[in-house]
């Protein structure tokens, strides 16, 4: 049997520490594509994932959804690779696969036994330069991608509240586009404009490799340098900056859909971390969340769901990494016999209160306490720990930082917590946006039966 | 908290998280002294603790006109407990950075906890969920709220084609069985705090109980992490089940609503855990619409028509006949030929069986992805709960690659001629034209 290491084992050989804090371990081939190898040894498999610098931020007016497209496109074959064959190789090596397109990126993945990872880098070098984009197989997937948008979006009330408020919320900024696009948008898209997409944005100096799982880096570099290395590196267009401007005034939306329950969304544009050292209110405000909203009787769940019964649920979502600009949304759905003017009231009055009295020292103590742990737990899934390294990098931010980033969230103090509560919620850049449910036969609702409340 | 206690904490992680593991999974099994069945595996790797406690008390044994009882009484087990109060239970837990997850499906009733390992730290956990189990408080107020929330998400859900769609489903599969039943707001409103005392008191036992532990404990931390949970329990005794379903008479049911998308599902009741036939439909499937982007229905509906974005079909075995079904997603316009599609997609597997490729290649992918279903404590312990649970062999795993290897394609067609009779098969579809 296998004896773990004490703490003390590791606080009496520093050596030791120096090693393990290497890996994650990197290496950029010549082409200017990063490698990226997250050693862990729990099991014999491996994850594998291409991220690209890429995603529907980058697109344009009257095009969107076209990163997505391509997204789906990537697997319709290469001359050497038939339409669909990608899949068969990833699955007859045991492996399975996808991909994911966001607004900031494009990433492709096999999760894999470990020794197949040099057959993974074969095929997704291969399609990372030599994409067949034919015409054929395109009208084919555009539908499937139609389809993908009618089930995700036009048939859920939520996703199209969400929609239609993120276009208002912004203006100019092109997050105010969905990422599967419109469905117009699809309509009139060609082949042609994947194919230039691809020719654009698919090359090695614009795609970072991430692997974690039971792999040997040295190796992982050399095969690395094996599949990745003869591709041809090709200068990027400039990228130009786009800033939403300042937004000056409260705006609102109602969306009608086929529903029985009212939904609210608030969302406040809010700050992102840039700069790691400098920056702080990001990391103040993912503290104020976890205080609102990070346990069973978190403040938002405790007061408007369990106590006041102003609301059957309540939630607050904040990401604080993005290469656009940040958001964070306060969104519920009123309990019975109360309106969406009220769960707003009370939303408010949560964030009021913060500002106002603060947040008591064991409330923070519990929100640092869960992070901690969920450091550890993040370590069980390894999908997520590449998936980590891959999401902080294509926000602009060194993977290396990840830990002093929750050294910047341990240092979060109280009154930081007070203070962003007062200056990121005027109504000034605020958007509303509510849910207001209609019958699915179409014929006026039933009026409502008197509640108790 | 101070940085170099945290960059202390990392380094420690990088050094767990860098040993290697020994291959394969060693279930340790036994019965408490009251009767519960356990199961462990020593996962040493990280520093932390997963236990779960599956009781045979799923929708299933809802008594008729009160569906909805056995969630209700899962979910109300966390919401107080003995000395402690819903907020005391949720702080207490985040203060240790442990969760509490689980719920209900037809057959199961789960509670999980998910800690750090060390000794102060899992106490914690562990004493909230030992009572959640054994005492909980079913507070009258509590219970109102929930069943207002609940009725509301099912009214909420009776608007969603998707969910529309798997209602009736399961009511038109099962229409004798419980099964078929389904919680709705009125049966809810009628269940009162007597049902849910009576409902734990029946279901929550020892007897009834599977206890599941991964991670970082020994064998004898494992054994008195067991007792305490069962010793809490009531002794009880296996519950009869009721009489297992039978395969109905196939048909279609359609209902209207206004998505632009249909939604559509065909199947039957199929077959139930532990059935002989399990590896040869488990492979056979792959093949017809269980093996991702490289199934036959996939091919077809998907790839060579655009008719839908996701396209499956599966068998899910359950502790009494479980269903087959197939499911797809189709503008509203195109579902009566996606359907016949569909069909006839299945008649020609049914007809032909497996090709030797498609049979091979099925066989590589669920033999190799083999580790891919172990490769973290949760899925371990979501593996070894279920063998608990449904009390598979404990060789299960480490059989399970000869055992996809050994199908053959004539045991896959037998297998289907015996299980998916066309005839009997229902389709279900919610805004198809």
């Given at each position: 049997m296998r004896m773990r290491p004490r703490l003390l084992t590791a606080l009496l050989c520093p050596w030791l520490i120096g090693a393990a804090l290497a890996n994650p371990f990197e290496t950029t081939l010549d082409n200017g594509l990063r490698i990226i190898v997250k050693e862990d040894r729990r099991a014999p498999t491996a994850v594998h994932m291409v991220w690209y610098r890429i995603g529907s931020m980058d697109e344009v007016d009257g095009a969107s959804g076209v990163a997505h497209v391509l997204e789906h496109m990537m697997f319709k074959g290469t001359p050497t690779v038939g339409p669909g064959e990608f899949n068969q190789r990833v699955a007859a090596a045991g492996g399975r696969d996808n991909a994911f397109t966001s607004r900031d990126y494009t990433a492709y993945f096999q999760q894999i036994p470990k020794e197949k990872l040099g057959e993974m880098m074969h095929l997704e070098a291969d399609r990372m330069r030599h994409l067949t984009?034919?015409?054929?197989?395109?009208?084919?997937?555009?539908?499937?991608?139609?389809?993908?948008?009618?089930?995700?979006?036009?048939?859920?009330?939520?996703?199209?509240?969400?929609?239609?408020?993120?276009?208002?919320?912004?203006?100019?900024?092109?997050?105010?586009?969905?990422?599967?696009?419109?469905?117009?948008?699809?309509?009139?898209?060609?082949?042609?404009?994947?194919?230039?997409?691809?020719?654009?944005?698919?090359?090695?100096?614009?795609?970072?490799?991430?692997?974690?799982?039971?792999?040997?880096?040295?190796?992982?570099?050399?095969?690395?340098?094996?599949?990745?290395?003869?591709?041809?590196?090709?200068?990027?267009?400039?990228?130009?900056?786009?800033?939403?401007?300042?937004?000056?005034?409260?705006?609102?939306?109602?969306?009608?859909?086929?529903?029985?329950?009212?939904t609210l969304i608030m969302a406040y544009k809010a700050p992102v971390l840039r700069d790691i050292e400098k920056d702080s209110d990001p990391y103040a405000l993912q503290m104020l969340a976890a205080i609102l909203d990070g346990h069973d009787a978190a403040r938002f769940n405790k007061k408007l769901v369990r106590e006041e019964k102003v609301a059957l649920a309540a939630g607050i979502e904040y990401d604080n990494t993005a290469r656009g600009p940040g958001m964070l949304y306060l969104h519920g759905t009123p309990a019975a016999g109360k309106t969406v003017a009220d769960l707003e009231a009370a939303l408010r009055g949560e964030i009021e209160r913060v500002r106002r009295d603060g947040v008591s020292a064991a409330e923070l103590k519990r929100a640092k306490a869960q992070l901690l742990a969920s450091e550890v737990y993040k370590l069980d899934s390894m999908f997520g720990q590449a998936m980590e390294i891959g999401q902080i990098e294509s926000a602009g931010l060194p993977y290396r930082q990840l830990g002093r980033m929750l050294e910047k969230l341990q240092a979060v103090s109280a009154a930081d917590v007070q203070a962003v509560a007062g200056k990121y919620f005027a109504d000034d850049a605020l958007t509303v946006g509510v849910l207001d449910p209609q019958p699915l036969d179409g014929k006026p609702r039933r009026p409502a039966i008197p509640t108790r409340h | 908290m101070k940085r170099a206690m945290i960059r202390l904490f990392f380094s420690v992680l990088a050094l767990l998280a860098a040993l290697p593991a020994t291959a394969g999974v060693v279930i340790e099994h036994w019965h408490t002294a009251a009767?519960?069945?356990?199961?462990?595996?020593?996962?040493?790797?990280?520093?932390?603790?997963?236990?779960?406690?599956?009781?045979?008390?799923?929708?299933?044994?809802?008594?008729?006109?009160?569906?909805?009882?056995?969630?209700?009484?899962?979910?109300?087990?966390?919401?107080?407990?003995?000395?402690?109060?819903?907020?005391?239970?949720?702080?207490?837990?985040?203060?240790?950075?442990?969760?509490?997850?689980?719920?209900?499906?037809?057959?199961?009733?789960?509670?999980?906890?998910?800690?750090?390992?060390?000794?102060?730290?899992?106490?914690?956990?562990?004493?909230?969920?030992?009572?959640?189990?054994?005492?909980?408080?079913?507070?009258?107020?509590?219970?109102e709220r929930e069943k207002e929330r609940t009725s509301a998400a099912l009214k909420e859900a009776m608007t969603r084609p998707h969910s529309i769609a798997g209602k009736a489903f399961w009511a038109a599969l099962y229409p004798e069985h419980p099964y078929g039943r389904q919680a709705t707001p009125e049966s809810i409103a009628a269940l009162g705090r007597d049902d849910l005392t009576a409902f734990h008191a029946r279901y929550y036992t020892a007897a009834n109980a599977s206890i599941t532990l991964i991670g970082d404990l020994s064998r004898a931390e494992a054994e008195q992490i067991a007792e305490q949970i069962s010793a809490r329990l009531p002794p009880g005794a296996p519950q009869p089940l009721p009489p297992p379903p039978a395969v109905g008479s196939g048909g279609v049911t359609a209902i209207a609503h206004p998505a632009t998308q249909a939604h559509i599902l065909i199947g039957l009741p199929a077959i139930e855990r532990g059935h002989p036939d399990f590896f040869p439909l488990l492979v056979g499937n792959y093949t017809l619409g269980g093996g991702g982007f490289v199934s036959r229905l996939m091919k077809e509906v998907r790839d060579k028509r655009g008719f839908a974005y996701s396209v499956y079909s599966y068998f899910s075995p359950l502790k009494q006949t479980g269903p087959f079904q197939i499911g797809l997603q189709t503008k509203r316009s195109q579902a009566r030929e996606a359907i016949a599609l569909s069909r006839e997609v299945l008649a020609r597997f049914l007809a032909e069986g497996p090709s030797e490729e498609e049979l091979a290649a099925a066989k590589a992918n669920l033999t190799g992805s083999f580790p891919l279903r172990l490769d973290s404590n949760r899925k371990i312990l979501d593996n070894v709960a279920v063998i608990g649970f449904y009390g598979l062999p404990l060789d299960y795993l480490d059989r399970y690659q000869e055992r996809v290897a050994a199908v053959t394609a004539a045991e896959v067609k037998a297998a289907f001629a015996r299980h998916v009779q066309p005839a009997a098969l229902r389709t279900v579809t919610v805004a198809a034209d």
């Open positions: 984009v034919d015409a054929k197989e395109f009208a084919q997937e555009i539908k499937v991608v139609m389809e993908e948008r009618r089930m995700r979006t036009d048939d859920n009330p939520e996703a199209k509240l969400f929609e239609q408020m993120n276009a208002v919320a912004l203006q100019t900024h092109p997050y105010r586009r969905p990422i599967i696009g419109w469905m117009n948008d699809l309509e009139n898209m060609s082949a042609a404009d994947a194919k230039a997409w691809y020719d654009t944005w698919y090359v090695p100096n614009n795609a970072y490799v991430v692997i974690s799982g039971d792999v040997d880096h040295q190796e992982v570099f050399a095969l690395a340098k094996t599949h990745y290395g003869p591709l041809a590196a090709r200068p990027l267009p400039p990228r130009k900056q786009q800033v939403e401007p300042r937004q000056e005034g409260p705006r609102r939306i109602t969306v009608k859909a086929p529903a029985e329950l009212p | 009767g519960a069945r356990v199961q462990f595996v020593a996962s040493r790797g990280l520093p932390m603790l997963d236990v779960q406690v599956d009781f045979a008390a799923g929708s299933m044994f809802d008594p008729a006109g009160k569906s909805g009882l056995a969630a209700l009484t899962r979910a109300l087990l966390d919401l107080g407990a003995a000395s402690r109060d819903e907020t005391a239970i949720a702080e207490e837990l985040a203060d240790v950075g442990a969760h509490l997850g689980g719920g209900a499906d037809t057959d199961r009733a789960s509670v999980s906890l998910r800690t750090l390992s060390a000794p102060e730290k899992r106490a914690v956990g562990l004493d909230i969920l030992r009572a959640a189990l054994a005492q909980p408080r079913f507070e009258a107020s509590i219970l």
